[in-house]
Structure formats: C-alpha cells, structure tokens
C-alpha cells in the first residue's frame, strides 16, 4: 500500500484556509461598506442612505445610473437577443469567427470603447478627416450627452445578453419547436408562440445582467457624461474620493451601498420574475434548431458582418488613425503619418511601461491566484453533502457576491478595509492591494469553469486512491488538481483578460507607482493626450484580441464553456 502523504488534518487544513480566505477577503469587505453605509452611533440605520438620497447632486448621480442602465439594458437585450436568434436558430454561415466577433467588445474595456468612439465621430476624427467627412471643428461632440452615454452602454454590453440568450436557445428542446413547424407555425410565429415564453427567464437574466453591469460602469459616463454634466453614482464617488475631504471616506460608503441596493434590488427583482416566467421542460437538450433562411441568407449574414464592422471596425480604424498623427485633428494622410505616439508608450514613457509591468503582474497574479483557489474549492464542491460541501458552498456564495456587486463597491469595500496598515504592514495604494482586489471581484470567473470539471469526475477515483492509502494531498497532485487544472486555467486565462485592462476596479485604488493600464489609458485622455491614449488603447486592443486567440487554443478540447465564443 502506497504511504499516505496529508491525511484528514491536511484535508481540514486545506479547507479552513480556502473557505476562510475567501469569505475574508470578498465577504468581510463589503460587510464594512454596509457597516459604514447602514449604520449611525453604532446601530443600523437607514440615516446615512436618506441623508445621502436628500442632497440633489446624489439624486440627480441616483437616476441618471438607473436611466442610463435602465435604457441602455433595454437596447442591449434587442441587440443581443436579434444576434442570438440569427447565430443560434438559422443556418448563417461561420458561426464560429462570427461569435468570436460579437464578443470582442465584451473584453475591450469601456473606457477605451468610449475614447475609439470619441475619436470616430468628433470633429478631430483623423479618419473621417481623411474622407473628408469629419464634423466642423468647434461643433459639439454627438456623444458628449445622456443619449452618447447610453449608446455606448448598449453596445459594450450587447454581447452579455448575446451571450446569456444564446445560452439558452442551445437548451431548448428541439422537438417543441419541431412540433411548432410541423403544426404550419411560421418562422416568426413559432418565434412569438414557442421560443419566446421558453426563454423568458433567460431574457429577464440577461437584462439584469446588462442593467447591473451598466449601473457600476465608470469608464463610459466619465468620459462622456461628465462633458454633459450627465454624471452617474460611480463617476460621483471617484469624484469624492478626489475632493480628499474630512468626510469623504463616509461619503463614499454611504454612495458604493446606494450602487450596491440598486444592483441588489435588480437581482432580486430578476429571480422573482424569472420564477413567475419559468416554464419546465420535459427531455434532454438537443441540437439547435437551424431555420433555412432560403433567399434572405445572404441579406442577414450581411446585414450581421455590416452591423460588426460598424461596432468594432469604425472606432478601432479611427482608435488606429488618432495614434497614427502627430496631434489629434490633424487628417492622416502619407505625410502626417508616424509612430511616434507608439514609441512613446512602448518605449520612452516610464509611467506606461510601469502600467503595463504592474497591469501585466497585478492580472497574472489574480489570475493564478483564482486558478489554486478554484481547484482547491471546486473539488469541495463536487461533494454531494456534508460540512465540507456547506463550507465550500459558502465560499463560493462569497465569491458570486463580490462579482455581481459594481466593481466600484469593490473599490471602496477595500479602501475601508486596508486604509490602515494590516499586521504593520500598509497596503493602501499599493499593486498588491489592486490585485486582491482583482482575486476578491473575479474569483467566480474561474470558479465556475473549474467546478463544473469537478463535477465531471468520476468519484470512484477518489474512493480508488483511498484504498490504496493515497493522502488528501496526494489525491490532489496526482488526481483532482490534473483533471480540474484545463479547465481551471481557461479560467484563468478569463480573469485576465478582465483585469488586465479594467478600470473600475483599480480607478479609486491606484497611486502614483501603482498605475495600470487602465487608468493610465483615462489619465491620458482626461489630460487631454489623446494620441498618446490613442496608441496606447489601440496596443492593449491587440492584446486582448492576442489572449483571446490564446484562449480559443488552449480551450479545444475542453468541455463547451471554457471559452464562450465556442459554446
């Protein structure tokens, strides 16, 4: 019999410190927001959220985030649920890099959407100078306004719905829609009748996700609303965080727990309504259904590839044009064009190169950070009953909550908590306190991958290794870490691409030495180097297209979901 190596106090051990670490670092966080935000003479009371909703700057911040996420949720559902239908239910051609593009803007992040469509359309826009199609200098920028902001909005989170709806239509039985065209229905009919009503709950899903991920954007209403005077409850916070005043600490809680009710409140409505429109389905999932477009193919696969090049081809070209000239509004042409702006960011500005050295560490340490964690949790997880699996559980609760809250709750849950020296140690504004923050907000992103591997396996080759004495820690080098660790790392490889180029998260947690990426890109533009943010942009763009390439690669032969474009 082989020797044990970690038997049950190892096992216990283990579980201890992941469960304990992760209800510590995403739980205890927010608990402090709600304290400093619920709280007054140390009891609960609602005073500080209605003396807060009682200054008009704060009700005026309130609604604009409720309208924007509102409407802009709204369009981005029709968007989203259009494309799915046609990628999921027709019989388009290359569904594959047609996924892949829908996508994209998912994974760009939104200040840099914002400042590609800023350069596209405004008046300096060396593209359409070049066409000679540029608006009049001197006039107002058509984005700098409620409507910009929300167009914006849309279309950065046009893709969740995608996404979320696509999802769903590949589950649905497809003998009810058969039954539904045999029975004469129509392609629209059956549509309004049959497919409709069964994904409800998935279209209640995706605008919650689309509203609560609006609500918390920075990026898109800093750069467009505050122009016009549109500002929302995250820009409002930032803006108190910069004021440095005796309060502004407080002030900042009370405004991440009005963002934090908001979101919640849409949650909750979400599973309420999702239980009322929740219809059960009788048989396993099948192949989707592939309606023959006959004649229309070739107009809507257009109409798609149109539709994607205006999205990503018209602000990433103008994104390109703006870091190709020497100053923003002078036309590219043969005799303007240089890469000096490229230079610049990749090899003379010290303070870019460190944000890509801290973005590059700060991501790739949260990202192998969540991968050990996910592997260690998920394989509690798998566990049918017991306390290990109700810790787990908890764990993983922990972690669904800190993503679903607004990263900017985030941000000021770890202000509060680290704004005084840990064990004599000072972290607050510091990289290392930008990526637990990272670890705490994307810990679910590489958590459901690798859980859903564990769930896969077989539990007789757990039962196997333990008749032949195998130790807890043995069992998990030679079996349960080998068999999660694929999946794990398309996790991984996800909490990446979202913390490499985020902004909302590390806006209101960096200082001078600690920049990122993603704040050097908005400081660029918000001082007004706008081709300097240009080229910067434009690299990170290539970046992340790279990594999701990378992604596509590494996920083939994983099971569907590691990389969401090939579910």
Same mark, same amino acid.
């Given at each position: 019999m082989a020797p044990s190596t970690g038997g049950r106090g190892a096992e216990t051990l283990?579980?201890?410190? !992941?469960?304990?670490?992760?209800?510590?670092?995403?739980?205890?966080?927010?608990? !402090?927001?709600?304290?400093?935000?619920?709280?007054?003479?140390?009891?609960?009371?609602?005073? +500080?959220?209605?003396?807060?909703?009682?200054?008009?700057?704060?009700?005026?911040?309130?609604?604009?985030s409720i309208d924007s996420a509102a409407v802009s949720a709204a369009l981005s559902l029709v968007v989203g649920a259009a494309l799915?239908?046609?990628?999921?239910l027709t019989d388009l051609r290359r569904k594959g890099p047609l996924t892949f593009l829908i996508l994209l803007p998912m994974m760009i992040p939104p200040h840099v959407t914002a400042i590609a469509w800023i350069q596209a359309l405004g008046p300096g826009s060396a593209a359409l100078g070049a066409l000679g199609l540029a608006p009049p200098i001197g006039s107002t920028h058509p984005l700098y306004s409620r409507e910009g902001v929300i167009a914006l909005l849309a279309a950065q989170h046009a893709p969740l719905c995608f996404l979320v709806l696509r999802a769903s239509l590949r589950a649905l039985p497809r003998d009810l829609s058969e039954a539904a065209r045999v029975s004469g229905a129509g392609p629209w009919r059956m !549509?309004?009748?049959?497919?409709? +009503? !069964?994904?409800?709950?998935?279209l209640i899903a995706a605008f919650a996700l689309a509203f609560v991920s609006a609500l918390g954007n920075f990026g898109i209403p800093a750069l467009l609303g505050a122009p016009a005077r549109y500002t929302t409850l995250p820009v409002l916070i930032w803006r108190r965080l910069a004021s440095f005043g005796p309060s502004a600490l407080a002030d900042m809680a009370v405004l991440a727990t009005l963002v934090a009710a908001a979101a919640a409140l849409a949650v909750a409505a979400q599973m309420a309504l999702q239980r009322r429109a929740a219809a059960p389905l009788i048989g396993? +999932?099948?192949?989707?259904?592939?309606?023959r477009l006959g004649p229309w193919r070739g107009p809507l696969e257009a109409g798609v590839w149109a539709l994607l090049a205006a999205l990503l081809g018209l602000p990433m070209a103008s994104l390109v044009a703006t870091a190709l000239v020497p100053t923003y509004g002078v036309p590219l042409s043969a005799e303007t064009v240089t890469l000096a702006n490229f230079h610049e960011v990749l090899v003379a500005q010290t303070v870019t190169l460190r944000a890509f050295a801290n973005s590059t560490l700060a991501a790739g340490a949260a990202a192998a950070s969540t991968a050990v964690i996910a592997i260690g949790l998920a394989h509690f997880l798998a566990r049918r009953r017991g306390a290990a699996r109700r810790a787990a559980g908890a764990a993983a609760m922990a972690a669904e909550l800190a993503y679903a809250v607004p990263g900017v709750v985030i941000s000021v849950a770890f202000i509060l908590a680290f704004i005084r020296p840990v064990l004599g140690v000072s972290l607050y504004g510091s990289l290392t306190l930008i990526g637990l923050a990272y670890v705490a907000a994307f810990l679910a992103v590489a958590l459901k991958p690798a859980a859903a591997a564990a769930?896969?396996?077989?539990?007789?080759?757990?039962?196997?290794?333990?008749?032949?004495?195998a130790g807890f820690l043995m069992r998990m080098a030679r079996i349960h870490a080998p068999l999660a660790l694929p999946a794990a790392m398309s996790g991984a490889v996800l909490v990446f691409l979202t913390a490499y180029n985020e902004i909302t998260v590390s806006a209101l947690l960096w200082s001078q030495g600690s920049e990122t990426i993603g704040t050097t890109i908005f400081n660029y533009e918000d001082g007004g180097y706008t081709t300097l943010a240009a080229a910067m942009a434009a690299v990170t763009v290539a970046l992340t297209a790279a990594l999701m390439l990378a992604l596509d690669r590494l996920s083939r032969g994983l099971?569907?979901?590691?990389?969401?474009?090939?579910a």
């Open positions: 283990a579980l201890a410190l !992941l469960t304990g670490g992760v209800v510590l670092l995403c739980g205890l966080p927010l608990a !402090l927001v709600a304290q400093v935000g619920l709280t007054a003479d140390g009891a609960f009371s609602l005073a +500080p959220l209605t003396e807060a909703i009682g200054s008009r700057s704060v009700q005026r911040a309130l609604w604009n799915a239908v046609a990628v999921g !549509l309004r009748t049959v497919v409709g +009503p !069964l994904t409800a709950p998935a396993p +999932p099948q192949p989707a259904l592939a309606l769930a896969a396996q077989d539990p007789a080759l757990d039962d196997a290794a333990r008749v032949s004495g099971p569907e979901g590691a990389a969401p474009w090939r």
